[in-house]
């Protein structure tokens, strides 16, 4: 999870360790992802922006609020789907599909 907003971050990894106690959630700032992605190889990758590591080698991933705006972009067992204004429960559902 590599958020630009640190409490979105945050709040997220606490809701998920708190929903998800079985699922290993680690932060990383954006300028680390890269590196984080290509030692864990994750299942799901939640960020601001998705780059080619993360496109390359994590199996899910979804850029949430890019640049801060109001749209973001999943990528779920292959199938990309952009969504507006996307609450905690939309973010969870589609995890759930994951996790």
Known sequence: MANELTSY???IAIVFRELQP????????????????ARLVP?????SRVTAVVRE???NWIELY???KP?????????????EDVQ????????????
Do not use: K, N, Y
């Open 9 to 11: 971050r945050q709040t």
């Open 22 to 37: 079985g699922v290993e959630v680690l932060e990383a700032d954006p300028e680390t992802l890269d590196g984080e992605v």
């Open 43 to 47: 299942d799901l990758v939640i960020c």
């Open 57 to 59: 080698r994590a199996a």
């Open 66 to 68: 890019p640049e801060c």
């Open 71 to 83: 749209f973001s972009t999943f990528c779920i067992g292959g199938e990309h789907r952009a969504m």
């Open 88 to 99: 905690l429960s939309d973010l969870l559902s589609m995890c759930a599909r994951v996790l």
